[in-house]
């Protein structure tokens, strides 16, 4: 009874037999068959999410940590080296598994082991730690591990079918170098200059560490969109791993020798900057330099120059637009949120931010080389030659690059160097600190005159 039974038809289609059409057709969904789900399920659980993985890895790890106080309780003075030969054994395991993996076409599978790898690489039995203990037998182990480190990496880069970019290898070899040469030199020198090589250390790997996953690493074999993304991701958790890989090393050396942690800690976050706006930046740069005035003050300098060092190399990376004229049909935008924009204007402004980042990376080298030595109480005093050159420094930045801002330091550090010195007294009295007061109002005054009237000869309404 099709006339009266609409759904008549449809059943019929239904218990109609498959066939190889009805399959491929995007109208009829395959049947759900148990067994193949269940195998389905299986095959991503413990194939493509493998947690065997991770459970071999942690197991390896404990194993190593046992095996390591075995050797101590007994007595043995080698027994380290033959750890840490296990530990790059089972390294090397994991990355030629991440090899085979890629060849069998198991890409997910090879990155998770690929991040394993990555782990033992980072040095998480602290071998280099122990070669200190171990004389010139230490030495000639720690410059086995470092050696293998490099090789153990440029295999891991041919096992995943990537190409490491220069920089990559450079800050991996740098940091891998650290990992080995600072406990062995750490102890040659004073408790006070330690945490300012470790802090200058970690500031320089921050610099050279890429940005991004393109300026990581290139894959050989084409990535659609996805594949991009998940490249991104692995890169990411790649670098936070040796991040936090060296986190735990410094932290051994300081509880070993006597260390100061803080301008470390101020250095990482310097380090941290380069994934930041530009407030964000100087916020940072701020509140860690008022941090180590207050609670470390000899560490002052060393921190000032990190912060200079950082301007620095953000204002090296930054590039210049090719487009430095801007041109609108309606001229310069208003400042305020909403307002209008000025009549017609083709406005040449120079790279501000650059500017910005290169005055103040003078100020902060001016202010690290003064108060170089110092150790808290009374200001340091004026030196004649540093001061001399951060007026000459302003001078050309000035010149070179049009900045007027940094002139306006100059004078402030040349009449507080007179201010010190006794040429200029001080006001001692109401009277005289008011003559002070009315006098720098009417300069104020007279030069923000002066500065509208040449704006405004300069861009006539």
């Known amino acids: 009874m099709p006339g009266r039974c609409g759904w008549a038809p449809r059943l019929s289609t239904l218990v109609q037999p498959t066939t190889a059409e009805s399959v491929r057709s995007p109208t009829v969904p395959p049947p759900s068959v148990p067994g193949d789900r269940w195998r389905a399920l299986l095959h991503r659980w413990f194939v493509q999410y493998n947690p065997f993985y991770l459970v071999s890895a942690m197991l390896v790890l404990a194993g190593l940590n046992l095996v390591s106080r075995g050797f101590v309780q007994a007595g043995s003075e080698h027994g380290a080296l033959v750890v840490a030969a296990l530990s790059d054994l089972y390294a090397v395991s994991l990355v030629g598994g991440t090899a085979l993996l890629m060849r069998s076409g198991q890409r997910r599978s ?48 041919h096992a995943l079918r990537v190409r490491m970019a220069p920089r990559t290898l450079v800050t991996a070899t ?94 990482l976050a310097f380090a941290a900057t380069r994934g930041l706006g530009e407030r964000r930046t100087w916020a940072v740069l701020v509140v860690g330099t008022v941090v180590v005035l207050v609670a470390a003050p000899a560490q002052l300098s060393c921190v000032t120059f990190l912060a200079a060092l950082t301007l620095l190399l953000r204002a090296r990376s930054w590039r210049e637009r090719a487009g430095s004229v801007i041109t609108t049909a309606a001229g310069e ?77 100059a004078p402030a550090v040349a009449g507080h160097a007179l201010v010190v010195a006794g040429w200029l007294p001080r006001p001692q009295s109401p009277l005289g600190w008011g003559g002070v007061l009315l006098g720098t109002g009417f300069l104020l005054l007279f030069a923000s005159l002066a500065v509208s009237h040449r704006a405004q000869r300069q861009h006539p309404a």
């Not at 560490?209 to 084409?222: F, H, I, K, N, Y």
């Not at 991701?233 to 050396?253: G, N, P, T």
């Not at 007026?391 to 330091?409: I, Q, T």
Request: aromatic residues 10%; hydrophobic residues 60%; charged residues 10%.
């Open 110 to 157: 090879a990155v998770m082991l690929a991040m394993l790898a990555i782990v033992y690489q980072g040095d998480p039995m602290l071998h280099t730690e122990t070669c200190v203990l171990l004389g010139a037998v230490g030495w000639l182990a720690g410059a086995a591990w470092f050696v293998a480190f490099v090789l153990k990496l440029v295999a891991l880069g």
């Open 174 to 267: 740098v940091g891998a170098l650290g990992v080995w040469l600072g406990p062995q030199l750490l102890p040659l020198v004073g408790p006070a200059q330690r945490g300012v090589l470790v802090a200058l250390f970690v500031t320089v790997l921050g610099a050279s560490c890429p940005r991004g996953a393109r300026e990581t690493l290139v894959s050989r074999d084409g990535l659609d969109a996805w594949g991009h993304v998940v490249l991104a991701r692995s890169v990411r958790v790649a670098w936070s791993v040796c991040a936090l890989l060296l986190a735990v090393h410094v932290a051994f050396w300081s509880n070993q020798i006597e260390l100061e942690l803080l301008p470390v800690g101020v250095a």
């Open 333 to 409: 935008p208003s400042p305020y949120r909403g307002g209008a924009a000025a009549p017609g204007l083709a406005v040449v402004r120079p790279d501000a931010e650059r500017l910005r980042l290169l005055t103040f990376a003078l100020l902060f080298a001016y202010v690290g080389a003064w108060t170089f030595g110092w150790q808290g109480g009374s200001w340091p005093a004026h030196r004649v030659l540093v001061d001399g050159l951060f007026v000459l420094g302003s001078v050309g930045v000035a010149w070179r690059l049009g900045g007027r801002l940094v002139l306006g330091f």
